[in-house]
């Protein structure tokens, strides 16, 4: 199904021919800018947060696993069951059927009801058995070289991260697996494959999405949309700098062993296919406010909640 034929939002489908016009006419910072709301974003306070420094600037969103299912409303589309099995957070309504459109404005799991988005990983599984994720946050990060040109997240985009046919460990920068922090190892080392943890903490599958658009392509199903920044920023290809999405799902475990993911509505396979995806239902006038006040001004904004998506916990200087 192509991806013109995805977009249910009359809003989206605005914003993705929009895009495609100034592209077409080599207008990179035009469509950068085309892709952003036409009504300034509500206000941000963020009275007491760190300035980003040499950290991204960033705002977080913690979500709980809402249902597990064999579907895939992006690979699978109305394909119900016939997809590997999949932990999915947020919008508890989410089915093989789901779109954007149908998502925005719906329940959530999420800690910010603005935030009605499908998020989904593999199952994870432990000696066979299924290991239920004890708590998933969100990071929506910008790092201080791309803030300026830095757009929201377009209105009803999907997104894949990671790779379900890998047959060999992916690149950490994509999948990794780490720990939670504790006191006494506040930093855990990353690898790419599943490992042990110390008492006190978890296993942590980090997925991490990319953040270069190419300013049109709305279907996650099409992986040639969105790409991923270097050094250098984001290719001429992909003009369009958008919040990186990371996944961090933690698991009741302290044990790398035996660890195996979902291949199928009953298989299983090795660790190395850890992959991720989003379906955005958010309310684009909050996830536009947070992006402005949080990553393109580069500040370290805590997690959102509330109907707002109010960043918590600033502190209000001396």
Known sequence: ?????????????????????????????????????????????????????????????TCARSTTAPNDPIMMPGMTGMSMQHDFFGNPAVDASSTAAMLRAGSTTCSTSADASAYWTPVVYQNGAALVPQRTLLYWRTPAGLASSTRTMPEGISLIAGDETATAPQSTSVVDWTC?????????????????????????????????????????????????STSAGCPASHPVHIPQLVLHVSYPTTSGAGITLSTGPQTQGPPVTGHADFVSGWQQSRMDADTAACDTAQVRCGPVKGVEATPQGGRVQP
């Open 1 to 61: 199904m192509s991806a013109t034929s995805r977009l249910r939002s009359p809003v989206a489908l605005l914003i993705a021919f929009g895009a495609a016009l100034v592209l077409a006419a080599g207008a990179a910072a035009v469509t950068a800018a085309a892709v952003t709301s036409s009504a300034p974003p509500p206000p941000v306070v963020t009275t007491g947060f760190p300035s980003g420094g040499s950290n991204p600037g960033i705002f977080t969103d």
């Open 180 to 228: 939670t922090t504790t006191a006494s190892d506040p930093r855990p080392g990353r690898a790419a494959l599943p490992h042990d943890c110390p008492a006190g903490s978890q296993l942590r599958l980090v997925i991490t999405f990319p953040n270069c658009w190419d300013g049109h392509t709305m279907d996650g199903r099409d992986r040639a949309g969105a790409v991923y």
